[in-house]
């Protein structure tokens, strides 16, 4: 168990709908990352934050955005859903921001999308 | 698009038997880390490997770190059925930032 909890553990939705994923970080962590893996992509990063600020983002749609709340916990909010978006998302948590050279993450056990 | 690529893609071996992992990467980087996935599972950190280290041991891992080839191995040494799993190198490239770019991975499968 890393710390790291996401929920929900499955999600199954249409086309054209809106989800919301959670993720709580590891006690002590401030750092959030959003990954999402899918068969054609690989493993891609999304979007870090940062003790509540943005810090960098990959490959996010602009139809996906995300949040950090003041208790550290982020939301991963993904519009007008199609289908190619099904994918396993995972969270992962870090002490450090930027400019470290080490970095652990720890990542949660994900949340399977599946777009119909 | 994904800084590393992964070779073999897909390895089979037997019980007790050695596994070698190759990872390629594009540009210079703080650290090096290998990550072991489960089927449709999380990530699970296994080591990291700092750019100014060459070699690191953690129980039955080795892996190396050649900067100078941009490339990393990971070596499991008597190998488990319970280490069969995705494994995947990630690499967190000198920035500002601490995002992960992962490579393509290898899956492993060891024969009881």
């Known amino acids: 168990d890393s710390g790291v909890t996401q929920t929900p553990k499955h999600l199954i939705t249409a086309t054209g709908q809106r989800v919301t994923l959670r993720c709580s970080p590891r006690?002590?962590?401030?750092?959030v990352y959003w990954y999402q893996q899918s068969l054609d992509q690989g493993l891609q990063f999304l979007i870090q934050?940062?003790?509540?600020?943005?810090?960098a983002k990959g490959n996010i749609l602009e139809r996906f955005s995300a949040q950090q709340f003041p208790d550290l916990h982020s939301e991963l909010n993904l519009s007008s859903l199609e289908l190619g978006d099904s994918a396993l998302y995972f969270c992962?948590?870090?002490?450090?921001?930027?400019?470290?050279?080490?970095?652990?993450?720890?990542f949660g056990p994900g949340t399977r999308l599946t777009v119909l | 698009s994904q800084q590393g690529e992964e070779d073999p893609q897909a390895l089979s071996i037997q019980e007790g038997e050695n596994a070698t992992m190759n990872c390629s990467y594009k540009?210079?980087?703080?650290?090096l880390q290998w990550y072991r996935q489960n089927s449709g599972r999380g990530l699970v950190h296994l080591i990291l490997?700092?750019?100014?280290?060459r070699e690191k041991h953690s129980g039955r891992l080795r892996v190396t770190l050649d900067t100078s080839k941009k490339s990393s191995s990971l070596l499991i040494t008597a190998s488990r059925a319970a280490d069969t799993a995705s494994y995947f190198c990630?690499?967190?490239?000198?920035?500002?930032?601490?995002?992960?770019?992962f490579g393509t991975g290898t899956l492993l499968a060891v024969q009881p």
């Open positions: 540009t210079s980087i703080n650290n």
């Open positions: 992962a948590s870090s002490v450090a921001s930027g400019w470290s050279s080490y970095n652990e993450q720890f």
């Open positions: 490997i700092r750019s100014n280290e």
């Open positions: 006690s002590g962590d401030l750092s």
């Open positions: 990630a690499t967190d490239a000198m920035g500002a930032t601490n995002k992960l770019i």
């Open positions: 934050y940062y003790n509540g600020e943005e810090r």
